[in-house]
């Protein structure tokens, strides 16, 4: 089964950093580009950042353009989201997600989530 496990989050000055982690297991990670996504309450889940299998491309959401930048290390089937000057508007419950094709079209797979707060 695929599994997304997300780690690294917590409480941070605005100006801070903190690299986030998403291990994933139960597919073949190499072959799927992998995402980041943000959600805080009230709000519509938003894409963060997108890494292409082989990590040649990533896109960024506009507002952490410059701040964030989105990695992987296949070889330990990981996803990482390394967010600098963090401000207090980047607090969120961060998702690792995948999108897995199948007869129906796309499945999306997420991890549990982890929460990111910026705050002084």
């Known amino acids: 089964q695929v599994q997304l496990v997300e780690g690294g989050g917590g409480l941070v000055q605005p100006g801070g950093s903190l690299r986030l982690s998403c291990v994933a297991s139960g597919f073949t990670f190499s072959k799927y580009g992998m995402s980041w996504y943000r959600q805080t309450p009230g709000k519509e889940r938003e894409l963060v950042a997108t890494i292409t299998n082989i990590g040649t491309s990533t896109t960024y ?13 296949n070889a330990k089937n990981t996803v990482y989201l390394q967010m600098n000057s963090l ?20 499945i999306d797979y997420w991890g549990q989530g982890t929460q990111v707060t910026v705050s002084s």
């Open 87 to 106: 401000k207090p508007e980047d607090t969120a419950v961060y998702y690792c997600n995948v999108k897995i094709t199948s007869w129906s079209g796309v």
């Open 61 to 73: 959401l506009d507002s952490v353009k410059g701040r964030f930048t989105i990695s992987r290390d």
